[in-house]
């Protein structure tokens, strides 16, 4: 095997196609084989995933309001944002890259938004698309600049991190603010589905997983191909039902605490989740586009000589991530109910990064998946929702996050040196 090969056959190891190449045909063996990755050091999402369980029951031991359908719907709200926000930047980390704007991206396209609507009068759907292209046209530029000028990206974004906080200034003013008073876009984060709406969503959700996942792995099977186990599988759409109908249920109840004004209802902000977590999974683990990003995050030179346009990819992540952002900054928006010169700074940046890697997304690149951004978006809304109900002082906030990312990129720098001592990374 040449040296290309092997540095492929290593990057195809990361994703998630890695399981096309091991064939196991039982339960058992797909267990077994489990726990060899593990000790091979590639745990994934397996520390955000037990970690999030055991804050749950911490809080909920510690408060009884933490685990009430009340709590659980601010919750989701309140990591709406951060999981958006995160889930563009697994693609730029995937490169071993960084974006420092993303945040700040996200208050400008949000402004633009919010003026479009306010000044211009247009719908709620145009000025969004607007918004949404400003976050596209800031990352192709910042993706050409590190791409093609072989600035690290570190320096490119810092620059923009601190330049877009003037556009955002410039164009609201100093002290000013626009609210977001569309009751389309306000409605994002402050109104819920109709109960059965929501039930219908959540039955579709996994009526459409689980057809597609049968349909592919009957496709596999039929032309001899890799595929695991069918009891796997059906584990998982089982798994899937759990946890959606649970949710779904919890949040179908009325939660409001006066009689007369009933509450109850999936927010409009979990499906807007949902949507761009499944559109981003079917992208990176089922595309092409998706197996050329990650074979150039595990190694750029062998993706160059297997004739994968690496500067494309490379722009194009940052325009992803922008793009992201956009919407991230709409939701936050929508969740404040206005924009203003310090949105989108402070520690919404901070907190995304540390979402996509809490979540099991590797900071040396290469490893991630769109679903870490999830996880570790809702293992932050966890922390910060579950010390404020316990009335804690907001540095105990910073600490405890802050020790839950150390924890979770030192993880990551042992599974990667387990890794290696494997033969794996």
């Not at 010169?341 to 907190?351: E, I, Q, R, V, W």
Request: with cysteine; aromatic share 6%; glycine share 12%.
């Amino acid at each position: 095997m040449t040296t290309t090969e092997s540095s492929s056959s290593a990057s195809l190891a990361e994703t998630d196609f890695a399981g096309d190449a091991r064939h196991v045909s039982t339960l058992g063996e797909a267990v077994r084989a489990y726990g060899v990755r593990l000790r091979g050091g590639d745990m994934g999402a397996l520390p955000a995933t037990l970690g999030l369980v055991v804050l749950f029951i911490i809080f909920g031991a510690a408060n009884s309001s933490f685990l009430s359908a009340l709590n659980m719907a601010n919750l989701i709200t309140q990591a709406g944002a951060i999981c958006v926000l995160a889930m563009g930047l697994v693609p730029v980390l995937l490169m071993g890259d960084i974006d420092l704007s993303a945040g700040v991206a996200g208050a400008v396209s949000s402004t633009v938004v919010a003026l479009f609507i306010v000044e211009q009068g247009l719908p709620w759907f145009l000025a969004v698309m607007g918004g949404v292209l400003s976050g596209f046209i800031i990352g192709f530029i910042i993706g050409l600049l590190v791409a093609k000028l072989g600035i690290p990206s570190f320096v490119v974004t810092l620059a923009f991190f601190l330049g877009l906080q003037g556009v955002t200034l410039r164009l609201i003013g100093q002290g000013g603010s626009v609210r977001v008073d569309d009751p389309v876009l306000r409605g994002l984060t402050i109104e819920n589905l109709p109960v059965v709406a929501g039930w219908i969503v959540a039955i579709g959700i996994i009526v459409a997983f689980a057809a597609l996942s049968l349909l592919r792995h009957r496709s596999q099977v039929r032309r001899d191909l890799q595929h695991e186990p069918l009891s796997v599988l059906l584990l998982k759409i089982a798994g899937l039902a759990v946890v959606v109908i649970g949710v779904t249920a919890v949040l179908s109840v009325n939660r409001s605490r006066n009689p007369n004004f009933p509450i109850e209802g999936v927010p409009y902000v979990l499906p807007v989740v949902a949507v761009l977590l499944i559109f981003w999974t079917f992208v990176l683990t089922r595309t092409r586009y998706g197996r050329h990003v990650y074979a150039v995050g595990g190694n750029r030179e062998a993706a160059r000589r297997a004739g994968i346009n690496v500067d494309r990819i490379r722009v194009s992540v940052f325009m992803i991530c922008s793009s992201m952002a956009a919407i991230s900054g709409i939701i936050a928006a929508s969740y404040s109910g206005k924009v203003s010169p310090s949105s989108g700074a402070g520690n919404t940046l901070l907190y995304a990064v540390g979402a996509a890697v809490i979540g099991g997304t590797s900071l040396f690149g290469g490893r991630g998946k769109a679903r870490d951004a999830v996880i570790g978006g809702v293992v932050i809304a966890t922390i910060a929702n579950g010390l404020g109900l316990l009335n804690q002082a907001a540095y105990i906030n910073f600490l405890v996050t802050g020790g839950v990312l150390l924890l979770a990129a030192s993880v990551d720098a042992i599974s990667r040196r387990r890794r290696s001592a494997s033969g794996l990374g």
